[in-house]
């Protein structure tokens, strides 16, 4: 069940925008790599993701990136490793939400008998960011079926709005960004659960900051950029 809130986090962390030729967010080059450190209400490491870029590819007017993504947790074990593709064209960054759920994780329920079924909504980010601007609303939903019991996951990204600028500092250096913030509804067998977040996005480097909150805006989780290579 742990692998299941990853996918959550993971799709609130990839509200990002990418590629050097039609984005301002995050440069589009083999060999660019990145580090988030997550941290619980307490200030306590819960775990670490790597991303670096493997491909990058042309065609037909779309940019398009392969970006492999490690997460460890707070021990320095390794959860799970998986690829996912990010398209770019027309100044708009899509996340394609099939490559959401991590290769390994559906491997790993196939091979115990269970089907996975996934259907949503692609992220998408412009270019034209300004405080005030609403963004498209975003979704995944995740159907696991079992011999005896089927598993309904779903995750929306709501309300999603540019709300101002701000600097920020974290041990990767200091940026200006935009802060996005957006209501997170998810939904497992019938449970559903409300939450907030707030996105810091820099020019040329992507998310530098992400921290979300419950219901009554009390901080739950932090994600901050802690190294970034080129």
Request: overall charge negative; proline content about 2%; aromatic content about 8%.
């Amino acid at each position: 069940m742990r692998t299941l809130i990853l996918i959550y986090s993971f799709f609130l962390v990839t509200s990002i925008a990418f590629s050097q030729n039609c984005s301002k967010y995050y440069p589009m080059e083999e060999g660019t790599s990145f580090q988030y450190t997550m941290t619980n209400k307490k200030g306590k490491t819960e775990g670490i993701t790597d991303y670096s870029i493997t491909n990058v590819e042309n065609t037909g007017g779309v940019t398009t990136a392969t970006m492999n993504m490690k997460f460890t947790d707070e021990k320095g074990k390794e959860i799970f490793v998986s690829d996912y593709k990010i398209s770019c064209s027309e100044d708009v960054v899509k996340i394609d939400y099939n490559s959401l759920v991590p290769a390994q994780m559906m491997k790993q329920y196939t091979d115990m008998g269970m089907e996975m079924e996934i259907s949503g909504t692609d992220i998408e980010l412009p270019n034209n960011l300004s405080v005030g601007q609403g963004l498209d609303d975003a979704n995944v939903a995740i159907a696991i079926k079992m011999t005896g019991m089927n598993m309904n996951i779903k995750v929306d990204q709501l309300n999603r709005v540019v709300e101002k600028t701000e600097n920020v500092t974290t041990p990767a250096g200091n940026f200006k960004c935009y802060v996005i913030t957006q209501d997170n509804i998810s939904e497992t067998m019938g449970v559903k659960q409300i939450m907030q977040s707030k996105l810091w996005l820099a020019e040329e480097v992507g998310m530098v900051k992400q921290e979300t909150y419950n219901k009554k805006g009390d901080l739950m989780s932090k994600s901050v950029l802690t190294s970034f290579e080129k």
